[in-house]
């Protein structure tokens, strides 16, 4: 059977108990559902901002999420994948990325969610700029998302 | 071949994308950053720390030593902030 996969890239709000069901209907197979769910922080003091603008690379974006859920389809027996990637402004409290993993167990939907965010972080094409008292920036690279994706690379 | 550009790599050069004809010396994703330096100095300014760019060739992700030959569009950007 194939898995059903669906990756959207999209400005609106998504509904993550509505993704749950739209992955799980009907189905008897899944015996674990994983879900994270990203959303934008306010910070505090001198690190508060208003909102965050997401700038993406269309196309690419699309292609390289593609290929870490094929790998993560490779690598766990999931029997389901949702993954759905915000773009634009957003501000804090609003989410930004949701992935779901279902599986027949929970250790691989666990895992799998896990490798997902991981990659999604240092390899998907998304620049985050913040908007804050004193103007707008750019979000740097934190380099232990680095190390995170790091390793689940196979030696 | 056509090059694009983002986030502040975006905003140091002052555009979004570019149609460029290097010459046939510019062999690899380096010599392109490299050349694309000596256009200007918003060039030299977006491109100054050259070991943080990130490069992809065709929307998949490609190291500096990788041949730029046959390559529809190439990308430069800053380290990814996603998810």
Known sequence: ???????RLQQADFDTAQEIAALSAGRTDIGAVVTFSGICR??????????????HYPGMAEAEIGRHAEEALAR?????LTIIHRYGRIEPGQN???????SSHREAAFQAAEFLMDYLKTRAPFWKQEEGASGTSWVDAASHDDAAAARWTKS | M????F????????????????????RTVADLIGWLSGRGEQYAYAFENA??????????HVKPDTA????????????????
């Open chain 1, 1 to 7: 059977m194939t898995v059903p996969v669906t990756i």
């Open chain 1, 42 to 55: 306010g910070g505090a003091g001198g690190d508060a901002i208003s909102a965050l603008t997401l700038e």
């Open chain 1, 76 to 80: 766990w027996p999931l029997t389901g």
């Open chain 1, 96 to 102: 930004i990325v949701l992935v779901v993993t279902a």
């Open chain 2, 2 to 5: 056509k090059v694009v550009y």
């Open chain 2, 7 to 26: 986030a502040w790599v975006r905003e140091r050069i002052g555009m979004a994308e570019e149609i460029v004809d290097p010459p046939p010396a510019v």
């Open chain 2, 51 to 60: 070991r943080v760019i990130r490069a992809a060739i065709d929307h998949a």
């Open chain 2, 68 to 83: 730029i030959a046959g390559a529809r569009e190439i990308a430069f950007f800053p380290p990814m902030t996603g998810g």
